[in-house]
């Protein structure tokens, strides 16, 4: 969004906002928020570069490998053998 000449047509703070972080299709990473009714949401890009976050999701782990760190599901909850 910085440097570009979009128009803004509505913003918001988002502190406090509860959504999901996604990988889209096209394997940009989007912040998901569903509406109240749960019959909808919106996805918006990530841009913000430093956000702070805290991950509440009980499916989350933080894994170190051989080949690099990861945020996955947790094995418990893939039902892996460590």
């Known amino acids: 969004m910085k440097g570009t000449n979009k128009l803004i047509k ?30 909808g949401f919106v996805d918006y890009e990530w841009i913000h ?7 509440i999701d009980k499916s989350a782990s933080l894994i170190t490998t051989d080949s690099g760190d990861y945020l996955d599901y947790s094995t418990d909850s893939m039902e892996i053998v460590k």
């Open 49 to 55: 570069y430093d956000c702070e976050i805290v991950i």
């Open 10 to 39: 509505k913003e918001s703070l988002a502190i406090g906002e509860k959504g999901f972080l996604i990988r889209g299709v096209d394997d940009r990473i989007y912040f998901r928020i569903y509406n109240q009714n749960n019959d």
